[in-house]
């Protein structure tokens, strides 16, 4: 449970959290379920505006507690319908999120952390650093003025934005739980999924949590020496252990991860790493999701043709491997994997 009490910002609540603190003022149980309806379910952060709160209860929550919005200092629309936004957090930090629109669904990619430690070489948060962990409230606000802005309701929330999810577990396990609250975002366990490099004792306390929240794991490379030159953060975590672990979650739970994979030219395409790959991935119950490498300003990591990437799924294919090509979205607004920053465009771009 998220119960931050010394940052005196309600967002640092989770629905635990928000139940504890209306207990603590002598409310009823279902005042809770108010208070989370309002803030997420119609996204209003003024105290005063929850009119069928008491009066004196608006006023104890608001001599307590901080509530600010994140504010959308600068909306991309990619030319696919994809929108990119830049929201300032209460502290002035900035995070990104990608609002991916579909013809029956409406996916948002959100951001856990504040920069990212990391370090992956072909990717572009981790160049400005980490800044911090996000709050609860912060990743729930960024899915749900993502769809207020799209004027739909959210069906797919994926922890794929800045940051590594699980080096924020209790926040990031919160905030999926307010998402998937009836009273929150409502939804569903299976549409709300955590993205990791691989972050083994996340991925370990995950798999036994009650909810079925889907995993994703960056994989990138299963030949040792090519994963850590390219994702020196998860050095610590050898691949052979991963995979044990990934196993052990699988049988846990019974749900199939899904070993995200950016194809980068000369790199991980090689016979040799494909041969890897498939070691890796065969023989358990696993997918394996192709991304064709995105363009990051200073990595000299290089895109594939299309038929490589082909070539690769099929070779996954032929062997046994659950396999997909992923089809890129926001390209041009760099709002696609690995391309989101912190910063702002100059005027007039």
């Known amino acids: 449970m998220v119960n931050d009490r010394a940052h005196a910002d309600f967002a640092s609540l989770d629905a635990d959290g928000i139940a504890r603190a209306l207990g603590e003022l002598g409310q009823p149980g279902y005042r809770a379920k108010q208070v989370l309806s309002w803030l997420y379910g119609r996204v209003v952060a003024d105290f005063d505006a929850m009119t069928d709160l008491p009066a004196r209860l608006r006023t104890d929550l608001a001599e307590a507690w901080s509530l600010q919005l994140p504010e959308a200092v600068d909306v991309q629309r990619s030319a696919d319908g994809t929108r990119k936004y830049l929201w300032r957090l209460a502290d002035g930090a900035m995070v990104e999120s990608v609002g991916i629109p579909t013809d029956d669904r409406l996916t948002v990619c959100f951001s856990t952390q504040a920069g990212c430690a990391m370090g992956c070489t072909f990717c572009a948060t981790g160049r400005g650093g980490f800044v911090r962990d996000l709050l609860p409230g912060e990743l729930v606000w960024q899915v749900a003025l993502v769809g207020r802005d799209f004027g739909a309701r959210v069906s797919n929330a994926v922890a794929m934005g800045q940051g590594e999810p699980l080096n924020n577990f209790e926040a990031v396990l919160g905030g999926l739980r307010l998402m998937n609250h009836p009273e929150g975002l409502g939804i569903g366990a299976r549409h709300l999924t955590i993205s990791t490099c691989g972050v083994i004792p996340g991925i370990q306390r995950l798999s036994r949590e009650e909810e079925q929240f889907t995993l994703a794991v960056s994989l990138h490379s299963a030949v040792q020496e090519t994963r850590d030159r390219i994702m020196p953060g998860v050095r610590r975590w050898p691949l052979a252990r991963l995979r044990e672990v990934l196993i052990d979650y699988t049988d ?11 194809v ?15 070691k890796f991935a065969r023989g358990w119950m696993s997918h394996v999701n192709l991304i064709p490498i995105n363009p990051v300003a200073g990595s000299t990591a290089t895109r594939p043709g299309h038929a490589q990437v082909l070539a690769v799924a099929s070779a996954l294919k032929d062997a046994g491997v659950e396999t997909s090509v992923r089809t890129e979205r926001g390209t041009d607004i760099d709002a696609a994997c690995g391309q989101l920053t912190q910063k702002h465009r100059p005027p007039g771009v």
């Not at 846990?252 to 950016?262: K, M, Q």
């Open 252 to 262: 846990f739970t019974g749900r199939r991860p899904t070993l995200e994979y950016a």
């Open 264 to 278: 980068i030219q000369g790199t991980n395409d090689t016979p040799a790493e494909v041969d890897a790959l498939v």
